[in-house]
């Protein structure tokens, strides 16, 4: 089924050990969950500069390894982001309780009440790249919802994961919350291990490059929470506010060409095209933005032609691919057919066309008059964000907490069977109560 | 990865036809889907002759088999499960319209409105075996939620699965719902090849045996709506009434053995085993449940041992295994090793013991002094059951419609545009608006 090697009995022994204390965690109150995180941070701060002097020795060594630039700018902690990373901790310790929400309340008969209650999924395993602040975002994130948590970070950020680990796990001591809730790996066994760990581990969230995303996904039987592919589109209708249009469309493109909610492809009704493109080419020629036109585009001024794999392309850079279609439905086939069900915009004033467009497009995202960018647990108010999920099934686009907790049904009778409804002695009464 | 077949080309371009009446549908009113069922209703009811017929010819085909008598009562369709079946649409019809709730609406700043709209996941890829009254279920399941459906019903109700479906879509000639919504697999090829449709399906739904819905979950990284085990547990405290202890443990047992919230073993604290087992046995026996005992209660009057395997064996039987515990921990710490995370219970007087087991076992339900035969999504008043889920992550439990939809976040703004937000020009309302 999978290339993943079998659990060590090492690794199945800390992973139970983990799921333990995870279960223990998600019997604790709301207020305690608050206080081992701000023990989380308190700690951080007292040994910031034991941390930062541990990222130098990663730093060291991926300078002599002559690692990419964009890589090491990860890689690095400065006292900047440490006290981000901290802050950020505390504003997720801030958040609501995402636990023992009543979602549904429900009288089955007298005296036979149902309940769907919000818990912790268990224990989640979360598999990144570089960044080692990631360390302290996901640790807040699963202790706030109750779960425990498997790390394992990239192997040009070991010093700095292992310290930051030591010192969560000190300020942890100052907590109800076991240490053994979180857990570092420290090998790529252990990782590839950890995807077979389908009775212990109940989410992989993978944070890093569409291909470490690909490959856990075709390694794993455990869900998933994240993207493999982030080909967004921006729709210029024949009705749109030119000048709207062109804001938008460089803010999709040049706010942060490397992010997953940028897009790759500008989509162009025919009847504007020779309007729009004039302005729009100097504009993005100034932002440094490279336009791969379709034969049509080209025609309006853009240079370079845009072959059959620009279209599926996630170009991650300021590379844009442009296409003029004759009309809307054009445009929603070509999304349809490239896209990755991640956000997809549009640009028009014509409100029959924009709700087509809304109800048409089968993605997590669909906007109307405004930038791809906003595609973002923080943006959406969620306060924080464990992942963007282009999945079909929820939860899909930018997840918060609520990702990291499922539920369950509590029914509590006095003594109630089935065979007395079966038989008609009693009748349900399915009467909703108060959530 | 699997070992299911490639799709072909003609399967391929049946689930695009299937997906795209499926995006039609989407759009259609809640009017236009109740419309409809019932239209289907009134042409199954007008056809009824002929598909009682149609299912007489698998019925003797079944019986110079010999295939089993069980199987052989599943697959025979007459008048009265017709009648039921139909009935069945209509209330499905009249459930609660499942698409375009808003379930957030968010003031990310003026003028630029989050709302998260419960839309259909697209197309369900249903596998079922025998019974050819789920043809009708399903189909009207997944219409009434804006989805499409591809069907593979058990070679054994062929002919059965055929007229039906004939039938649904002459019924859904006379609405606004296109014929290929609903398409009819026939090979087992097919059906194979289906599990590798991952850009065209969404969501397996397995109907029948333990065996099928291991293989498929096996065979596919389609999301599998289901369970393959049913390992359910019933807790006797110290502190029982031992009347209702009983009689729920009889329920849980008998009411119907081979259902999956069927209990499979009996777990009782050993302070009350002396006084509970010797009045337990004689009423088990005498609805011929064969009990089988680990040593201390064979000590207290089980005849019939039982071994290892016993303690993770879903009988669906009149068979069920007992188990003294020295206290609730053991009695969690067994649940947790063998149970199945579907649903457990415990039968207590004492407030304290029902919380810590209410709260510590991690299954989809957990029940105090009821039966587990509850765990059902009529029972719990969903109006229809998609699937009973023992997964972790929502959709868990029983699962009604809500089981075959998703979500969609729409955005709608006037211009805005994400660096005016990261620059400070503007900030962020985070208001929520009334859902």
Redesign the interface.
Known sequence: ?TTSPNPSPDLIRQATITRQSA?KL??TSNQERQQSLLAMAAALEQSMEGIIKGNEIDLKQAENQTLQSSLIARLKLDREKMINAIEGIRQVAALPDPLNHRQLH?E?DED?I?ERLSTP??VVGVIFEARPDAVMQIASLAIRSGNGAILKGGREATISNQVILKVLHQGLTYSCTDVSTLHLLTTREESLALLNLESLV??IIPRGSNQLVRFI??NT?I?VLGHADGICHLYIDQEA?ID?AI??A???KT??PSACNAIETLLIHEKIGHVLLPKLIPVFESYNVELRGDPTSCTLGIIKQANENDWSTEYSDLILSVKIVPNINEALAHINKYGSRHTDAIVTDNLTT?NLF???V??????????T???DGF???FGAEVGIST????P???VGLEGLV??????????????D??SGVRQ?T?RSLAV
Request: glycine fraction near 8%; proline fraction near 4%.
């Open positions: 089924m279960k998600a019997r429900i089955l036979l149902l999924l268990g109940d989410l996904k075709s039987k869900p506010n709207q804001t938008i460089l803010d999709s706010q942060h924009a809304l109800d048409s089968d993605s997590a995202g669909v906007y109307l008059n405004c930038s960018r906003f595609a943006r959406y108010g999945q079909t099934l929820p899909r686009g930018p499922t539920y369950r049904y509590v029914l509590r009778g006095k003594g109630h069977i089935s065979s409804y079966i349900f399915h």
